[in-house]
């Protein structure tokens, strides 16, 4: 499946809108403003709470973890100790642990898992605006994959004001 993120710009926090290949909003990320480090909601259009996206705080480097209801935590960390690239370990439990590695200030990256290429992230899509596409093999976890992207994009946003 292919989604399309973008960002707002005229917000307080960082808040997403994240549509489907059709032009229809699927998924709202909505950030938390005024908060001690990153804090997102990751919601269907109709309000209900599928992950929640928080900043690890003291920790070794950028990381965040995804929370989601019955589901175990998975932890988003840039690897730092990669010579010419750059690199992002996504450590969830049973098979949700994937690697991410592009040019990711470009949005040019891929996930991978133990089965292959799980995820393409490219703004070659959209080349003229603020957005970038996502798109996601099937039967591959939807909500996981989308919410990783937005920390890599968070990750590397920050990274570049600094």
Request: with cysteine; hydrophobic share 35%.
């Given at each position: 499946m292919k989604f399309q993120m973008t960002q707002k710009f005229w917000c307080?926090?960082?808040d997403f809108t994240i549509r489907d290949y059709g032009g229809r909003d699927r998924f709202l990320v909505d950030g938390?403003?005024?908060?001690?480090?990153d804090k997102l909601s990751f919601q269907d259009m109709s309000g209900t709470e599928l992950a929640?996206?928080?900043q690890k705080h003291?920790?070794?480097g950028p990381t965040y973890v995804i929370e989601r209801p019955g589901q175990g935590e998975?932890?988003?960390r840039k690897e730092h100790f990669t010579f010419f690239r750059c690199k992002f370990e996504i450590d969830g439990p049973g098979d949700?642990?994937?690697e991410a590695e592009?040019?990711?200030l470009d949005h040019e990256y891929r996930i991978e898992g133990s089965r292959g290429a799980v995820a393409n992230v490219s703004k070659r899509?959209?080349?003229l605006t603020d957005s970038y596409g996502i798109e996601i093999a099937e039967k591959e976890d939807i909500v996981l994959l989308l919410a990783t992207a937005v920390v890599i994009d968070l990750i590397c946003h920050n990274e570049e004001d600094h």
């Amino acid at each position: 499946m292919k989604f399309q993120m973008t960002q707002k710009f005229w917000c307080l926090g960082d808040d997403f809108t994240i549509r489907d290949y059709g032009g229809r909003d699927r998924f709202l990320v909505d950030g938390r403003a005024l908060s001690f480090g990153d804090k997102l909601s990751f919601q269907d259009m109709s309000g209900t709470e599928l992950a929640f996206i928080r900043q690890k705080h003291f920790s070794w480097g950028p990381t965040y973890v995804i929370e989601r209801p019955g589901q175990g935590e998975v932890v988003v960390r840039k690897e730092h100790f990669t010579f010419f690239r750059c690199k992002f370990e996504i450590d969830g439990p049973g098979d949700h642990d994937f690697e991410a590695e592009g040019d990711f200030l470009d949005h040019e990256y891929r996930i991978e898992g133990s089965r292959g290429a799980v995820a393409n992230v490219s703004k070659r899509w959209f080349s003229l605006t603020d957005s970038y596409g996502i798109e996601i093999a099937e039967k591959e976890d939807i909500v996981l994959l989308l919410a990783t992207a937005v920390v890599i994009d968070l990750i590397c946003h920050n990274e570049e004001d600094h």
